[in-house]
């Protein structure tokens, strides 16, 4: 019996700005909106970033996720999942301050140093909305996204030994996989745990089939059966990857954060476009999708009454 699929949807991220999208979630109220909407629509797991409602740059501050996160518990079972990669350019520390406040049952963690290049979006627009947006995609070129294996270890002891927030270790490469062995072996990391494979960002691994089969082989051969994985790609590739890994026994994520499209060329007007598409592809071939209970279970999470909002 093939294990139901676990739908993450990550609602709204740190890398695309408010003019590439009308629909990308800005304001508090939007995000807890996209939120409760994706869970509605099948996602057991919600990724969640933080936005300055005024200016929608990504934004670490706690207060500004505590108008969310009570509004999401309070109107769905689904796990909540914070990011500790934050926006570009954050300390580790600002990318830190939410989760360690509302102390989640999930939290993301980015298992090495890379290049983060978004520039290539410059292209797509002439005009912005506002003016830290092109500036912020420039930046892109120059800039090292730091995940060390300090500061790796700085985030499992603060909010894995502390909180008991269990991760989505988010690998954007073949090396990260290598990384993350050497803190299950350390001990810092314990099964069973989420292994989130990332295609296309500019500066991890491409976007190309032979990856993802790769990894997968990999990570089998590393980590035996003591872990979960899902996939997630990067713009046009967000639903063959996702169905991939569906088909090969992996789970899944979507939403706004990973791409805007819900098809060629056209805007998704909601994450739970996403969600509902990837949850009918999914159904039409014959999988189940999983309940927020049942990945909990399979996470060995600490339960949705145990967080800090
Ligand atoms: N926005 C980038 C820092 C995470 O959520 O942990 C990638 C990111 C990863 O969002
Ligand atoms: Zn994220």
């Known amino acids: ?30 995000i807890a909106t996209a939120a409760i909407e994706a869970a509605e629509a099948g996602a057991s797991i919600i990724h969640l970033h933080a936005r300055d409602p005024e200016t929608g740059k990504p934004d670490p501050r706690p207060e ?22 934050g926006g570009l350019g954050m300390t580790i520390d600002e990318r830190l301050a939410a989760a360690t406040t509302a102390k ?28 830290w947006e092109p500036e912020f995609l420039e930046m892109t070129k120059d800039f090292i996204f730091p995940n060390t294996f300090k500061s790796i270890e700085y985030v499992l002891r603060e909010l894995g030994e502390t909180h008991g ?11 990260h996989l ?8 350390k001990g810092l990391v314990k099964p ?5 494979m990332i295609y296309g960002i500019l500066g991890g691994v491409g976007a190309d089939m032979d990856n993802l089969m790769h990894m997968h082989t990999i990570a089998q051969k590393l980590f035996g059966d003591s872990y979960e994985w899902s996939v997630l790609a990067a713009g046009r590739n967000q639903m063959p990857f996702a169905t991939q890994a569906g088909m090969m026994g992996g789970n899944v994520r979507v939403g706004l954060e990973d ?3 819900i098809g060629k060329g056209e805007l998704a007007k909601s994450n739970a476009e996403q969600v509902t598409k990837i949850k009918r592809i999914l159904e039409d071939l014959s999988y189940t999708i999983a309940t927020p209970d049942e990945a909990r279970e399979r996470l060995a999470l600490k339960g949705g009454d145990m967080v800090g909002f």
Do not use: R
Request: some cysteine; aromatic content about 14%; hydrophobic content about 40%.
């Open 259 to 261: 791409s805007l499209y």
């Open 64 to 85: 500004t996720f505590m108008q969310f996160l009570p509004v999401i518990k309070q109107s769905t079972n689904a796990v909540v999942n914070i990011s500790t990669g």
């Open 178 to 185: 290598y990384n993350l062995a050497w803190f299950v072996d």
């Open 104 to 131: 989640p049952e999930m939290a993301s963690l980015n298992m090495g140093s890379m290049n983060f290049g978004i520039f290539p979006l410059l292209e797509k627009h002439s005009e912005w909305k506002h003016d």
């Open 192 to 196: 069973p745990f989420f292994i989130q």
């Open 1 to 30: 019996m093939a294990k139901s699929v676990i739908i993450t949807c990550a609602a709204t991220g740190g890398i695309h700005t408010p003019t590439m999208s009308p629909y990308l979630p800005i304001t508090p109220q939007e």
């Open 165 to 175: 927030t269990k991760f989505e270790f988010e690998c954007y490469d073949l090396g």
